[in-house]
C-alpha cells in the first residue's frame, strides 16, 4: 500500500514539475494533454466495460457532446465556459440516461451495437446541423480562464487537465472501494447473485453508463478550449472503437490502466504516423493496421492489459507483495441496524402447491411445505428432485409456473429475487457464486448492502467512511463467527470450495436475514469443518433463526434438522420428524436404489419397514421435534 502511495507521489510531482522547465519541448505538453483529455474518456471505459461489463463504442460521441455543447453556447450567446461545463453535463446525463434505461435492459450484444448506432447518428447530426457549422464545425471559441488567469497557452491547459484526470482517478479509486462500488464489481460476472443480495443490477448500470459519458463530456469541453475549434471528425466511431481499443491495452480492469492505454496508443499513433511513411513512402493509415495486430497480441497475451503487468513487475522490483492479506481485521464500529423480527409466529415460510415446469420436464411438482420460525427444516432428495429449483422459486430467482409462496404471510411468488431479499431471505447457492478477485470481506460486505445508503457521490467522494466502517466491520463479524476470520483479506478465489460455501453463509448473513436457506453448505466440508458449520448452524436456531437446508450428508441433517421434506423427481415423497422420514420405506426405496453412491453411508441400511409411516403427507402434517 505505502509503496504505492510513494509511486502515486512521485508519478504526480513528474507531472506537475514537467511543464514548468522550459527544456520540456512543447510537442510533449501538446502531447500530454492528449493523454489526458483520452484518459478521461477510457477511465469511464474502465468503469463501464472493464468493470461493469459493457462495451461502448460511442464514447466518442459523448466527448462530441460536451465540446459541441460549449462551442456553442460560447461562440453564440457569450456564455461563460464554466456555465457551458454544466449545461453539458445536464444534456450528458439526460442523453445517456434515456439511452441507457433503453439499451440496458437489452442484453449481449445490443448494447454494443446501440452505442454504435447511437455514435454514427451523432455525428451526422454533428456535421448536418446549420447551428453547429455542418462538417466546418465551430471556430473561435475563447480560452478558459480561471480567476482572471488565461488558460490559453498548452502548458497552461495543462494544468486545469491533469488536475481533472487525477481528480477522476481518485474519485474512480474511491468509488470502487464503496457500497456502490462493489455492487459494480458483481454486475459483470454475479448480476444474479448481487439481485439476490438486494443490489439494483439495472439502476447501477444506468449509474456508471451516466458516471463514464460525464466523463467523456469534461473531457469533450477541455478539448473544445484547448483547440479553439470543433468540427465532427474527432467524435465519429471510428474514435469511439480507439478510446475502447486505449482501455483494452491498458488494462480495462484498472483505474491506472486507463492512463496507461492512453499514453501508450497516442504515443505509438504519433510514431507510427512519422515513420510509416518514411519507411514505405506511401502516407496510407497504417497505425489501423499496426493497432490491429497488437489488439490480438494483446488478447492472446495479456488479456487483462498492459497494466497488472506493469504493476507485477515494479512489485517484483521493489520486492514486497504489497499484500494486506495479515492486516488487522476492521476496527470496532457501531452495529448496522438490524431487522424487526416479530415473536414467534406459526410459519414464517409456507410453500402451497408449488410447480417449475422446464418445457415438458416437471422439475419441481405440486410441492408444499411449511417453516416455522426458529427451525432448520431439511430439504432432501437425490440429485435432480428439484431442491435447488425450489429454492431458485421461493427466492425468486426463478418464476414459478403455478402456485404460491408466503413469507410472514405474505404472498412473495411474485416478488423479484431483489424484493424478496429485501423481505429478509437470505441464501446461498449450490453453484458457489462469488466474486473471486475481490477479498473475502468485501465478498461479505456485499451481502450487507441494503442495511445502509450510500450513494455514487458519496462512495466517489469517500464521505461514505463511517458508514463503510460500519459494514466492514459486520461483515468480518460474520466471518468470524463462521470460522473464516482468519482470511478476511484473502482473495475469495483463493479459498478451498468448502471454504467459500462458508463465505456464502458469512454472506447470507450479512443480509440480517429472518430465513436462511441453503443449498447444500456442507459438500466438500471436512468432518471437523461439518462440525463447526453444524454449531454455527444450531446457535442460529437458537437466536431465532428459521433455515431451510438442503444438504446430502445424512449424518449432518439427522441431527441439525427438526423437520425433513422428501423429495423425488420433483415430487414430494414424504414429510415428518427425520427419525420417522429416517424409516420411510419409499424414501429408502429412493435412496438405496442405485443413487446411494451420492448419499454416502446416508440411511441406515438396517432400517426396516416395520414401522411404516404414511409417506407424502399434506403440508402441515407431522408435528415438530
Ligand atoms: P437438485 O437440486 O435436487 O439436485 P435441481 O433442482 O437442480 O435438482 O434440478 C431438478 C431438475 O430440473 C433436474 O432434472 C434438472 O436437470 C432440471 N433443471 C434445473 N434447472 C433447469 C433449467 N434452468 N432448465 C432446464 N432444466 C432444469
Ligand atoms: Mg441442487
Redesign the pocket.
Same mark, same amino acid.
Given at each position: 500500500m505505502r509503496k504505492n502511495h510513494v509511486l502515486i507521489a512521485l508519478f504526480v510531482v513528474v507531472l506537475a514539475v514537467l511543464p514548468m522547465t522550459t527544456a520540456t519541448p512543447e510537442f510533449w505538453i501538446t502531447q500530454l494533454n492528449y493523454i489526458g483529455l483520452a484518459s478521461l474518456v477510457v477511465l469511464g471505459l474502465v468503469l463501464l466495460t472493464g468493470v461493469g461489463g459493457l462495451t461502448s463504442f460511442g464514447q466518442a460521441a459523448f466527448v462530441g457532446v460536451g465540446a459541441y455543447t460549449t462551442a456553442w453556447l460560447t461562440t453564440q450567446y457569450g456564455v461563460s465556459p464554466w456555465l457551458a461545463l454544466v449545461a453539458g453535463l445536464v444534456l450528458t446525463a439526460l442523453i445517456a440516461f434515456t439511452l441507457g434505461a433503453i439499451t440496458l435492459r437489452l442484453s449481449g450484444h445490443y448494447l454494443p451495437l446501440g452505442t454504435i448506432a447511437w455514435s454514427l447518428s451523432l455525428f451526422y447530426l454533428f456535421g448536418n446541423m446549420e447551428a453547429l457549422g455542418k462538417h466546418d464545425g465551430i471556430a473561435g471559441i475563447a480560452p478558459l480562464t480561471f480567476f482572471g488567469w488565461s488558460l490559453s497557452g498548452g502548458r497552461n491547459m495543462y494544468y486545469l487537465i491533469w488536475v481533472l484526470v487525477l481528480l477522476a482517478v481518485w474519485a474512480t479509486h474511491n468509488l470502487l472501494d464503496s457500497r456502490p462500488g462493489r455492487a459494480i464489481r458483481a454486475l459483470k460476472s454475479g448480476a444474479g447473485m448481487a439481485e439476490s443480495m438486494g443490489v439494483n443490477t439495472a439502476a447501477y448500470k444506468i449509474i456508471i453508463f451516466v458516471y463514464a459519458a460525464l466523463l467523456a463530456c469534461v473531457s469533450g469541453w477541455l478539448y473544445a478550449h484547448m483547440q479553439r475549434a470543433v468540427s465532427p471528425s474527432p467524435f465519429g466511431l471510428n474514435y469511439g472503437i480507439e478510446y475502447l481499443f486505449m482501455a483494452v491495452v491498458g488494462g480495462a480492469g484498472y483505474v491506472w490502466g486507463a492512463l496507461l492505454g492512453s499514453a501508450v496508443i497516442l504515443i505509438l499513433k504519433d510514431q507510427i504516423q512519422n515513420w510509416m511513411p518514411r519507411l514505405f513512402n506511401t502516407d496510407a493509415n497504417f497505425e489501423l493496421i499496426v493497432f490491429g495486430v497488437m489488439l490480438v497480441l494483446v488478447l492472446q497475451y495479456a488479456r487483462d492489459g498492459l497494466w497488472p503487468i506493469l504493476s507485477g513487475l515494479f512489485r517484483r522490483l521493489t520486492g514486497g507483495a504489497g499484500s494486506r492479506r495479515n492486516a488487522p481485521a476492521p476496527p470496532e464500529a457501531p452495529a448496522l441496524p438490524k431487522r424487526e423480527r416479530d415473536a414467534p409466529t406459526e410459519h414464517v415460510l409456507e410453500v402451497d402447491a408449488i410447480r417449475k415446469e422446464? &418445457?415438458g420436464?416437471v $422439475? @419441481?411438482n405440486d410441492i408444499s411445505f411449511n417453516v416455522r420460525t426458529g427451525e432448520i427444516v431439511g430439504l432432501i432428495?437425490?440429485? &435432480? $428432485? &428439484?431442491?435447488? *429449483? *425450489?429454492f431458485n422459486l421461493i427466492t425468486g430467482v426463478?418464476p414459478a409456473t403455478r402456485g404460491q409462496v408466503r413469507f410472514r404471510g405474505q404472498r412473495i411468488d411474485r416478488l423479484s429475487a431483489r424484493a424478496i431479499a429485501k423481505q429478509g431471505v437470505g441464501r446461498t447457492f449450490?453453484h458457489v457464486q462469488l466474486l473471486p478477485g475481490m477479498s473475502v470481506i468485501e465478498n461479505v460486505a456485499l451481502g450487507a448492502h441494503l442495511r445502509t445508503e450510500v450513494g455514487v457521490a458519496a462512495g466517489a467522494l469517500h464521505t461514505d467512511r463511517a458508514r463503510e466502517a460500519q459494514l466492514l466491520h459486520e461483515a468480518a463479524r460474520q466471518l468470524q463467527r463462521v470460522g473464516l476470520g482468519d482470511y478476511l483479506y484473502e482473495q475469495a478465489g483463493n479459498l478451498a470450495l468448502g471454504q467459500q460455501r462458508i463465505l456464502e453463509i458469512a454472506r447470507a448473513l450479512a443480509t440480517d436475514p429472518v430465513l436462511l436457506l441453503l443449498?447444500e453448505p456442507a459438500a466438500g466440508l471436512r468432518y471437523k469443518e461439518k462440525q463447526d458449520l453444524a454449531r454455527v448452524l444450531s446457535q442460529l436456531r437458537e437466536e431465532g433463526m428459521s433455515i431451510l437446508l @438442503?444438504e446430502h450428508d445424512m449424518d449432518f441433517v439427522m441431527r441439525l434438522t427438526n423437520h425433513l421434506v422428501v423429495?423425488d423427481f &420433483?415430487t414430494k415423497l414424504a414429510e415428518g420428524v427425520p427419525a420417522e422420514v429416517q424409516r420411510n420405506p419409499a424414501v429408502l426405496e429412493a435412496y438405496l436404489g442405485g443413487i446411494d453412491e451420492d448419499m454416502p453411508g446416508t440411511l441406515p441400511q438396517s432400517a426396516t419397514p416395520a414401522a411404516p409411516v404414511a409417506p407424502a403427507h399434506p403440508a402441515n402434517a407431522t408435528g415438530v421435534a
Open positions: 422446464f &418445457g420436464l $422439475a @419441481v432428495g437425490p440429485n &435432480g $428432485a &428439484g431442491k435447488s *429449483t *425450489t426463478l449450490q443449498d @438442503v423429495m &420433483g
